[in-house]
Nanobody, 124 residues
Framework: QVQLVESGGGLVQAGGSLRLSCAAS????????MGWFRQAPGKEREFVAA??????TNYSDSVKGRFTISRENANTVYLQMNSLKPEDTAVYYC???????????????????WGQGTQVTVSS
């Protein structure tokens, strides 16, 4: 059974940092692309960052230069979030996609597996 479990969320002041982790289990994800999405109350789920099986990365314009996605191994992905802003407040979701390349990685409809999410709250 495939599972994605996020951790590392919490409450932080504006300008602070958090590191989110995603632990995947149930199969080897070495050839999968992995992504992070977020959803704020009343808004659609939006793309944050993605990393291909080979390490190529893609970021939304709103987080570029502040967030960094990385893979420790086939089944562990991180999202380092620096210079956090109140508008970064959302539930953050980890996702996995069988198509391992970086193309179209910003579309949530391309992903096959999702975690349950972790709350990130940034106070002003």
């Amino acid at each position: 059974q495939v599972q994605l479990v996020e951790s590392g969320g919490g409450l932080v002041q504006a300008g602070g940092s958090l590191r989110l982790s995603c632990a995947a289990s149930g199969r080897t994800f070495s050839r999968y692309a992995m992504g992070w999405f977020r959803q704020a109350p009343g808004k659609e789920r939006e793309f944050v960052a993605a990393i291909s099986w080979s390490g190529d990365t893609n970021y939304s314009d709103s987080v570029k230069g502040r967030f960094t996605i990385s893979r420790e191994n086939a089944n562990t992905v991180y999202l380092q979030m620096n210079s956090l802003k109140p508008e970064d407040t959302a539930v953050y979701y980890c996702a996995a996609r069988r198509e391992g390349f970086i193309g179209q990685s910003s579309s949530r409809f391309q992903y096959d597996y999702w975690g349950q999410g972790t709350q990130v709250t940034v106070s002003s």
